[in-house]
């Protein structure tokens, strides 16, 4: 934008200041020679210049009021008379085509209008006061949302500020990054003019910050186009290389894609299926990546079938006959139309195989959700305005806004993740932090849903963990999650979640609970990891120690192995033997027992599911009867599983003791994936004590379960 805005009266760069806007007077508009601007005298005439943008326009809002269109290009032609683009064009040509852009995607009338001023503020001498007052608040606020904020104010910052104040605006108004985005593609086409060092450094920030914006907001048609030239720019020699292979396919005299086309053709007409079947050859960065995967390149390979067809129940149509007149690569299947992707995007993805071996992909969609995989958002017109305000283009756009109040997958005015990119960037304590977390959350181009147990869900990037799932549902509150359940199961907060788990965060009761520093390597969403960074920043003498041991690593008792326990209240009908309790299964009253005959007349009593058991049945040993006495003592070894968090065993050891058991020995085993097990021999007074033992060892915050120890 004003970097290639240049006045031939004064050389190099015009860079205007946020200082010097601010002691700008008001300028005369009719100095500029604006007189038509108010007047009605040439209401209703448009430049030629801007007459291909009203046709684009218009194809998509037949009824649309062109007089603004006028108006704003009257004003930015005049304001920006003078100046010249580096590749020597008069720079009215930018906004012209940057608008012109919008206009062929299908944006509204508003958006066009703010998109032919978009660079008046920023490059000249017209005020944003002056647009609000001859073009609305909406225009106004557009308008400030993609005007950068200046070097000589914010230095080396000025760029990642600048990116920060379009997000922020954009989380009021998705248009604010529509026009950003179509603005970065004529910049990018004429790079060549530009130093190579230049030219490298925004064809990143392209690649890192707008093609992933891109992305997620579902407009295609400049994704795609911007990754070519992006591909272009920092692989040369790679993209030159992707160039012959496509030159030497399109030479070819045969094409298979063609000829599977025609019989998709005729296959939907015998069908009685109204269908458009077309040829997407896939752009370079496609090709390239699909060398990449598969090798040498055949021709199927260079493009995709796209059917398009009037209803969402003709998508299912078109996809039964094509798997029952042609042969089916049933793992390509994907259904996004019942379940759209976080883009607003709708598919039907399959492919089909030829004799030859060769595979077709096929994409199948009505013609409104081609729009909308194309523009994206750009294609909802206004999100903002009622569904009477829809174009009227189509039945199936006005359809669109019909739906707007129907949830997120209709109303794209506030997606999940801008949302949380919203949340993260305002604990991102400086420039260099929010720039690189950017770059690092827009990487992660794919989404996933999770549920909670409550019926809300959770939106996350692809490769998100439970750790992340507690900051995204509870902010810095997380810090007392001791652990998850995931799909029912107990799980680790390091577990990685998959798209449609159900997940069940596990709070503790601590208000003085602290994160772990081992989450920092789990965290992979900026929330999550600002959230942790900033504990351990303002708790310097706690992150200062060795990474918290939850619990000491050592037997906090630590004897050797304890003797055979003698059992005086068991009876057996040999009263001269020895009778001793096994460890294997630490039978209490009122288990139901068994008991067996070993060396030294010994009888020792087991469980009667115990493992033991069936193996002595196995090998022929016989079985004694043995009973339960009078006494209601009982000595009994319990294990106990726990996440770990400071002062457990201190909590656990004083429930037990409450309980009145009387600890014999215990052993600690060494956290792992910050899980603890604990295993106690205890004497109980009396056994009938036990359940409730273990239900105030279960009751400690931080243990999810304990059990009777079962050995082999």
Partial sequence: MSAEATNPATPGP??????????????????????????????????????????????????????????????????????????????????????????????????????????????????????????????????????????????????????????????????????????????????????????????????????????????????????????????????????????????????????????????????????????????????????????????????????????????????????????????????????????????????????????????????????????????????????????????????????????????PTRPGWLSRLLDWQKAAPDTDTFWSTLREDLAQDREITVFRPDGGTLGLPEGATCVDAAYAQYGEDAHACIGARVNGRLATLSTVLRDGDTVQLLMGQDPASEPSREWLEHAHTPAARIAIQRWIATHPATAAEEPPAPVPSRPALEPQAPAPRTASAVVTDRPDATVRLAGCCTPVPPDEVTGFAVRGGVVTVHRVECAAVAHMKGTGRPEMAVSWGDSAGCRVTLVAESFGRAHLLADLTEAMAQEGAEIVSATVEPPSQQRVRHTYTVELPDAAHLPDLMRAMRNVPGVYDVGRAQHQ
């Fill in 14 to 411: 015009v860079v205007p200041t946020v200082a010097r806007r601010k002691a700008r007077p008001r300028i005369d508009l009719r100095r500029l020679g604006l007189a038509a601007l108010l007047g009605n005298a040439a209401r209703g005439r448009l430049p030629d210049a801007i007459g291909h943008v009203a046709e684009a326009h218009r194809a998509h809002y037949p009824d649309a009021d062109l007089e603004p269109l006028r108006r704003a290009y009257v004003l930015a032609e005049s304001s920006h008379r003078g100046q010249m683009r580096k590749s020597g064009e008069p720079y009215i040509t930018h906004p012209l085509a940057v608008t012109l852009i919008l206009a062929e995607l299908g944006a509204e009338t508003t958006t066009l209008t703010a998109s032919l001023l978009h660079d008046t503020v920023e490059d000249t001498e017209v005020t944003l006061d002056q647009v609000g007052e001859e073009f609305g608040a909406e225009v106004r606020y557009l308008v400030d949302g993609v005007t950068k904020l200046e070097k000589v104010d914010y230095g080396a910052a000025a760029e990642p500020e600048t990116f920060r104040k379009m997000l922020v605006a954009t989380g009021s108004d998705v248009r604010v990054m529509s026009i950003n985005l179509a603005d970065r593609r004529p910049t990018m086409r004429t790079l060549g003019v530009m130093r190579r060092e230049k030219q490298e450094r925004i064809a990143k920030v392209t690649r890192d910050v707008l093609i992933p914006l891109a992305e997620r907001l579902g407009v295609q048609a400049l994704k795609t186009e911007l990754e070519d030239l992006v591909f272009a720019i920092l692989h040369p020699e790679e993209y030159e290389h992707t160039r012959e292979l496509i030159a030497v396919n399109a030479a070819r005299a045969d094409d298979p894609l063609a000829d599977i086309a025609d019989e998709v053709r005729g296959v939907l007409r015998e069908a009685d299926i109204p269908a458009e079947v077309l040829i997407r050859p896939r752009h370079f960065v496609s090709v390239h990546r699909v060398s990449r995967k598969r090798g040498e390149l055949r021709g199927c390979d260079f493009g995709r079938l796209l059917v398009l067809v009037n209803e969402d129940a003709d998508c299912y149509a078109v996809l039964g006959e094509l798997h029952t007149c042609l042969t089916p690569v049933v793992s390509e299947f994907k259904d996004f139309i019942a379940v759209p992707k976080f883009n607003l995007y709708q598919s039907l993805h399959t492919a089909v195989a030829r004799a030859d071996g060769q595979v077709a992909e096929v994409l199948i969609r009505t013609h409104q959700m081609h729009k909308v995989a194309e523009a994206g958002v750009v294609a909802l017109g206004n999100p903002y305005a009622q569904a009477a305000e829809a174009p009227a283009a189509d039945a199936d756009t006005a359809d669109t806004a019909d739906d707007a109040a129907d949830g997120e997958r209709a109303d």
